[in-house]
């Protein structure tokens, strides 16, 4: 079977284009299910039942368990084909409802993170990463993983995002300006194939340096800690959608392969519009 979860890994990353976190997850979750079974080639519901609450005994959640099922049914639909899988129900997960922060707090935000840098060139990098989060709603991921052949910017930027998707996303003249700043300032140059946004040293800027920078700024300003980088994706979408903004754009900008993904943004909208009222009407 380790010659199964091997391929089964390589058939992830590959053929399904998942990203390296996904697959590492789900032949993690391969792993323990074959050792589970103990040599069994073909598990029953009661076997699958076994293992799950095995799983919940080691303090799995309702959205960690949904997970694992569905690691398992892609690994057991890999191995034994679709009929393989006995049919199981997984548990309720309740939708989380994103937390965005205001255009303000968005933009406070940047500029203290930018106010930090150790060098000018630093500051200009920091301000850029923030705005094309906020400004263009990139995933951190996705920003990062921009190389100089970006350039020069145009009204446009090229995206490729979660399974190899290529979207295109309006640049505002602001996000331009940030990005054409930081390239001026930064002292290692910027070769079409090597990444954008560099570390001190010139290597390849970690996202933990952005997140631990976000989460210093917050606490400086006193900004909830649902303050995250991810936050100011989620920012983008709801001010966008506050302003009008269609659905099924919205999607193509996020670059969310379901619609039922970009709904969740119009449930950001209504829980908005209801603070408002019962801050602000005086029969709320």
Same mark, same amino acid.
């Given at each position: 079977? =380790? &010659?199964? %979860?091997?391929?089964?890994?390589?058939?992830?990353?590959?053929?399904?284009?998942?990203?390296?976190?996904?697959?590492?997850?789900?032949?993690?979750?391969? *792993?323990?299910? #074959? *050792?589970?079974? /103990?040599?069994?080639?073909?598990? &029953?519901?009661?076997?699958?039942?076994?293992?799950?609450?095995?799983?919940?005994?080691?303090?799995?959640?309702?959205?960690?368990?949904?997970?694992?099922?569905?690691? %398992?049914?892609?690994? %057991?639909?890999?191995?034994?084909?679709?009929?393989?899988?006995?049919?199981?129900?997984?548990?309720?997960?309740?939708?989380?409802?994103?937390?965005?922060?205001?255009?303000? *707090?968005? #933009?406070?935000?940047?500029?203290?993170?930018? &106010?930090?840098?150790?060098?000018?060139?630093?500051? +200009?990098?920091?301000?850029? @990463?923030?705005?094309?989060?906020?400004?263009?709603?990139?995933?951190?991921?996705?920003?990062?993983?921009?190389?100089?052949?970006?350039?020069?910017?145009?009204?446009?930027?090229?995206?490729?995002?979660?399974?190899?998707? !290529?979207?295109? #996303?309006?640049?505002? $003249?602001? @996000?331009?300006?940030?990005?054409?700043?930081?390239? !001026? +300032?930064?002292?290692?140059?910027?070769?079409?194939?090597?990444?954008?946004?560099?570390?001190?040293?010139?290597?390849?800027?970690?996202?933990? @340096?952005?997140?631990? =920078?976000?989460?210093?700024?917050?606490?400086?300003? /006193?900004? $909830?800690?649902?303050?995250?980088?991810?936050?100011?994706?989620?920012?983008?979408?709801?001010?966008?959608?506050?302003?009008?903004?269609?659905?099924?754009?919205?999607? *193509?900008?996020?670059?969310?392969?379901?619609? !039922?993904?970009?709904? %969740?943004?119009?449930?950001?909208?209504?829980?908005?519009?209801? &603070?408002?009222?019962?801050?602000?009407?005086?029969?709320?």
């Amino acid at each position: 079977m =380790s &010659d199964s %979860i091997a391929a089964f890994g390589v058939y992830l990353a590959r053929d399904r284009r998942r990203s390296p976190h996904t697959v590492r997850a789900y032949v993690a979750t391969a *792993e323990r299910l #074959v *050792e589970h079974l /103990g040599g069994a080639q073909r598990p &029953d519901l009661n076997d699958l039942r076994g293992y799950l609450a095995e799983r919940r005994e080691a303090g799995l959640g309702n959205a960690s368990a949904a997970r694992e099922l569905s690691a %398992i049914r892609a690994f %057991i639909g890999f191995v034994g084909g679709e009929d393989a899988m006995p049919r199981m129900r997984g548990p309720k997960v309740a939708r989380g409802v994103p937390r965005p922060v205001s255009p303000a *707090e968005a #933009v406070a935000l940047a500029e203290d993170v930018a &106010d930090q840098g150790c060098q000018p060139w630093v500051s +200009a990098r920091d301000w850029a @990463v923030l705005m094309l989060l906020y400004g263009a709603g990139l995933r951190i991921g996705e920003a990062l993983s921009l190389t100089g052949a970006v350039l020069p910017l145009g009204p446009v930027l090229s995206v490729t995002g979660k399974r190899d998707k !290529t979207r295109m #996303v309006p640049l505002l $003249p602001q @996000v331009r300006d940030a990005i054409d700043a930081y390239v !001026t +300032a930064c002292p290692w140059g910027v070769e079409r194939a090597a990444p954008l946004f560099r570390g001190l040293r010139g290597a390849p800027l970690n996202p933990a @340096v952005v997140r631990r =920078s976000v989460r210093v700024s917050r606490g400086r300003l /006193g900004l $909830p800690v649902r303050t995250t980088p991810h936050a100011l994706r989620h920012s983008f979408a709801t001010h966008l959608l506050a302003r009008g903004a269609d659905l099924r754009a919205l999607q *193509e900008l996020l670059g969310h392969a379901s619609l !039922t993904s970009t709904q %969740i943004y119009t449930a950001v909208d209504a829980a908005h519009l209801l &603070d408002v009222y019962r801050n602000a009407h005086p029969r709320a």
